[in-house]
């Protein structure tokens, strides 16, 4: 059974940084990308990273350029989400998504995704 598992989340000060990781089972998945949800909203993508044999991709809201910065660790079927200059509306509940497909520009889309973690929740405090 496939299980993702997010973990990392607390709770921070405006312009501290958190580094979340999702650790997961099974075989290697080519993509594997990061939503949120904040209270009374819908979830959102955040960033992903594909991966195949001729290199990676990464992609990225907007909202979150330049401050989060997504990676991952095939050998530990692993992916993380270092996260600066946090803000207070970066306050949700962080999901781990993944897809043994590689989805390109898909990544951004929530339906796109297979498997789920349960979330850990970031709370920013202004």
């Known amino acids: 059974q496939v299980q993702l598992v997010e973990t990392g989340g607390g709770l921070v000060q405006a312009g501290d940084s958190l580094r979340l990781s999702c650790a997961a089972s099974?075989?290697?998945?080519?993509?594997m990308g990061w939503f949120r949800q904040a209270p009374g909203k819908e979830r959102e993508f955040v960033a992903a990273?594909?991966?195949?044999?001729?290199?990676?991709?990464?992609y990225y809201a907007d909202s979150v350029k330049g401050r989060f910065t997504v990676s991952r660790d095939n050998a530990k079927n692993a992916v993380y989400l270092q996260m600066n200059s946090l803000k207070p509306e970066d306050t949700a509940v962080y999901y781990c998504?993944?897809?043994?497909?590689?989805?390109?520009?898909?990544?951004?889309?929530?339906?796109?995704?297979?498997?789920w973690g349960q979330g850990t929740q970031v709370t920013v405090s202004s």
């Open positions: 998504a993944a897809s043994y497909s590689d989805l390109g520009s898909r990544s951004l889309s929530r339906g796109a995704y297979t498997y």
């Open positions: 099974g075989r290697t998945f080519s993509t």
């Open positions: 990273i594909n991966w195949s044999w001729s290199g990676g991709r990464t």
